[in-house]
C-alpha cells in the first residue's frame, strides 16, 4: 500500500490525485561508490517532463 502522503522530490509539492514516477533503485556492485544502497524519489507528472526534456535520446513511447 503506497503511503497516502507523496511529495514531489523535484519541486516539494505534495500530489494529490496524480500520476507519478516512481523510481526505485538498489545499486549493485558496479557502482560507484553505492553498492547495495536503495535509493528513490518521486516526480510529479511536470517535473517528470522537465526531467525527460533534458534527455539527449528521447523516452520509448508504446
Ligand atoms: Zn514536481
Redesign the pocket.
Known amino acids: 500500500m503506497r503511503q497516502m502522503k507523496i511529495v ?6 505534495e ?1 494529490t490525485n496524480e500520476d507519478i514516477l516512481t523510481v526505485e533503485k538498489r545499486w549493485g556492485y558496479f557502482s560507484n561508490n553505492k553498492d547495495n544502497e536503495v535509493h528513490s524519489f518521486d ?6 517532463d ?1 526531467f525527460i526534456s533534458t534527455f539527449q535520446v528521447p523516452v520509448e513511447i508504446k
Do not use: A, D, P, V
Not at 514531489?8 to 509539492?13: A, D, F, H, T
Not at 516526480?43 to 517528470?48: A, G, H, I, P, V
Open positions: 514531489c522530490n523535484k519541486c516539494g509539492r500530489i516526480l510529479c507528472e511536470k517535473c517528470y522537465e
